[in-house]
């Protein structure tokens, strides 16, 4: 079965510091997957998307990486802000013309 | 340029009703999503729209739910006779081309309903 599997489903973590989310996937045929940032009652943001032979791409504070053999990517952000407090999505593209499957989202929240 | 919008922001209905969410998508997109977002769950696709192609209605939960695209742009997505398990958040995104490799959707701000 295509899934997707974020972890934690939550996590508060002071600012100026720094975490990791996890995100694992069944999907199959893998065609790439992406990380999302969705503010409180906003859409999701795109952050960065990574194809099959991409190990680790950054934005900033975010940095993705992406093992295809495992089928496990991360989300590490530094120095965290008041602002990166929110939901962070996972979405696998399923084959290059599939759908996208999302997974439901780690909710980070920063505080001061 | 102006994102993705919806309307409206907010709709409460009661059970039994139709309700109409509408979504401009960014101009020049030539590919649009509609989405679901339940509480507590992770997005799920409903309809899919891509240039003059017939649209990808795979994702819609019953024949409850349709959805339009006028000229290309506009889309409206038709909830009909309306149950409490349609209460979510509606999410329209539109990206530039689905190339399967790089295409980016950008989000609206989402229509949330209670149906009551």
């Known amino acids: 079965k295509n899934q997707v599997e974020q972890s934690p489903q939550s996590l508060i973590i002071l600012e100026g510091k720094n975490c990791t989310l996890q995100?694992?996937?069944?999907?199959?045929?893998?065609?790439?997957l992406r990380w999302y940032k969705q503010d409180t009652g906003r859409g999701p943001v795109s952050l960065t998307i990574?194809?099959?032979?991409?190990n680790t791409k950054s934005n900033g504070r975010y940095t993705a990486t992406l093992d295809a053999d495992t089928k496990q990517s991360s989300l590490h952000i530094t120095a965290s802000q008041l602002s990166d407090s929110a939901s962070y999505i996972c979405?696998?593209?399923?084959?290059?013309?599939?759908?996208?499957?999302f997974g439901k989202g780690t909710k980070l929240s920063v505080k001061p | 340029g102006a994102g993705v919008s919806q309307s409206p922001s907010n709709k409460v209905t009661e059970k039994g009703k139709d309700v109409e969410l509408r979504c401009d998508p960014i101009?020049?997109?030539?590919?649009l999503y509609w989405y679901r977002q339940s509480l507590g769950q992770g997005l799920e696709f409903l309809i899919y729209?891509?240039?003059?192609?017939?649209?990808?209605k795979s994702g819609l939960p019953s024949d409850r739910f349709s959805a339009e695209r006028t000229g290309g742009s506009v889309s409206t997505l038709t909830i009909q006779r309306t149950q409490q398990e349609d209460s979510a958040v509606y999410l329209c995104?539109?990206?530039?081309?689905?190339?399967?490799?790089?295409?980016?959707?950008?989000f609206g701000p989402g229509t949330r309903l209670t149906v009551l």
């Open positions: 101009s020049g997109h030539t590919a």
């Open positions: 990574m194809t099959f032979s991409e």
């Open positions: 995104a539109s990206s530039p081309r689905d190339s399967g490799r790089a295409d980016t959707q950008y």
């Open positions: 995100c694992n996937y069944t999907v199959s045929p893998f065609s790439n």
């Open positions: 729209f891509q240039g003059n192609s017939a649209p990808d």
């Open positions: 979405v696998v593209r399923r084959g290059s013309q599939g759908n996208l499957i």
